[in-house]
């Protein structure tokens, strides 16, 4: 917020990759259809959270000096895609409790199922980017 007590509503926090994709807030508002009275900082920090757990699940990829690989483009937008939908769900009760203008009136409900799709969607992305299909069994 400004000091006039006005929304910031073209503010974008970019998020440095360290080596993955480079993601912001500005595109995370938009892939995810996110309205512009939500707090930025608070989407950045739910960003930052989501793609430290899924580099931590991708760390089989990485090369032997600890280098995230090389993603093309399709596996950079199914990382962002991972990253973005779980930070959506991380969300999604702090959402619940903000104030919401009459911009906001068109975005998807927020209810606990949501965030179990997200969060299912996220992993599915993870498993994706690993080689591995929707389900898969191993022996413990």
Not at 99 to 116: H, L, P, S
């Amino acid at each position: 917020m400004s000091l006039g007590g006005k929304l910031k509503t073209d503010e974008t926090t970019l998020i440095a990759g360290n080596g993955w994709p480079e993601l912001s807030t500005g595109e995370f508002r938009q892939l995810r259809r996110i309205p512009t009275t939500f707090d930025n900082a608070s989407m950045a920090l739910a960003i930052r959270i989501a793609a430290n757990a899924v580099q931590n699940q991708l760390l089989t990829l990485l090369d032997a000096d600890g280098n995230p690989p090389t993603l093309d483009e399709t596996q950079t937008a199914i990382y962002q895609r991972a990253v973005y939908g779980r930070a959506h769900a991380d969300l999604l009760m702090e959402f619940a409790t903000q104030d919401r203008r009459k911009e906001a009136n068109n975005a998807a409900t927020d209810d606990i199922d949501q965030q179990d799709r997200f969060l299912s969607q996220s992993s599915r992305d993870i498993r994706q980017l690993l080689g591995f299909g929707r389900a898969s069994i191993g022996v413990i």
